[in-house]
């Protein structure tokens, strides 16, 4: 694992102005943040992805556990990966910010422009979404989804729909907050699975668990045959996301 911290980074310089109407310069647009990211991100594993509600404030329940998960996650090694925005990713961030591991934020450029926090060791600043979910799949050896709305959803069921397909290696999808996920759950259970839209197995992958000592301890034990580094098979897998 990587003991020290790495240097900022700054992002790439992207084309714009009239070029940003013709096809062909989007597809060097997106070229460009996808080399500028690897760039930045290649050295950064093992990492771990948390995502949760950009709406939570400091005072509450969810943004100290998820402090607390960082902290534990990067005095354990690993860096630590968030959308880089405030809420549960500032969280995120701030616990991992004094930590051995990076702090590390892939911001997304909004119409209400998001802010990035003050937490990151690195910021990489992103155009496009689905970029951006590239990276958080590319360099995680873990999920962890706090509460949250539509966009952290998405981010849980694009890495459920990854491994699931086999488009990317199985790893690590804790969702904490029982209490919060508990009717998702049982709705998958009840109608996804009842109606044979989905298996057991398919939800086995998920796993519910709100210690934060325990989080670190199942993420290793995921990894204690295997270790964390990619086998050549799982690093082309990686290029087909």
């Known amino acids: 694992m990587n003991s020290r911290k790495l240097p900022p980074m700054v992002e790439p310089e992207l084309l714009n102005g009239d070029s940003a109407n013709h096809e062909a310069w989007h597809a060097f647009e997106i070229m460009s943040e996808f080399v500028g990211a690897t ?20 005072d509450h329940p969810y943004y100290s556990l998820t402090e607390e998960i960082a902290r534990q996650l990067s005095d354990a090694g690993f860096s630590v990966i968030s959308g880089g925005g405030p809420g549960i990713m500032e969280a995120a961030n701030k616990g991992a910010f004094p930590g051995k591991g990076a702090s590390i934020g892939l911001n ?27 990276m958080f799949v590319k360099y995680a050896s ?8 539509f966009g952290t959803l998405d981010e849980l069921m694009e890495a459920m729909t990854l491994v699931q397909t086999g ?20 709705w998958l259970r009840d109608t996804l699975v009842a109606e044979g839209m989905a298996s057991e197995a398919d939800l086995a992958l998920m796993q ?11 993420i290793f034990k995921h990894y204690e045959a295997t270790g964390f580094e990619l086998t050549p098979a799982e690093r082309k897998m990686q290029l087909y996301l």
């Open 142 to 149: 873990a999920y962890v989804v706090m509460p949250g709305g």
């Open 108 to 134: 997304i450029k909004l119409p209400f422009e998001q802010q990035g926090n003050p937490y990151q060791d690195i910021g990489i600043n992103f155009k496009y979404f689905f970029m951006r979910k590239v």
């Open 39 to 58: 760039e930045n991100l290649k050295a950064i594993t093992p990492a771990v992805s948390i995502f949760g509600s950009a709406r939570t404030k400091p």
């Open 167 to 186: 488009k990317s290696r199985q790893i690590p999808i804790i969702l904490v907050g029982r209490q919060f996920w508990a009717g998702l759950l049982d």
């Open 208 to 218: 519910v668990i709100d210690e934060p000592k325990h989080i670190v301890e199942a």
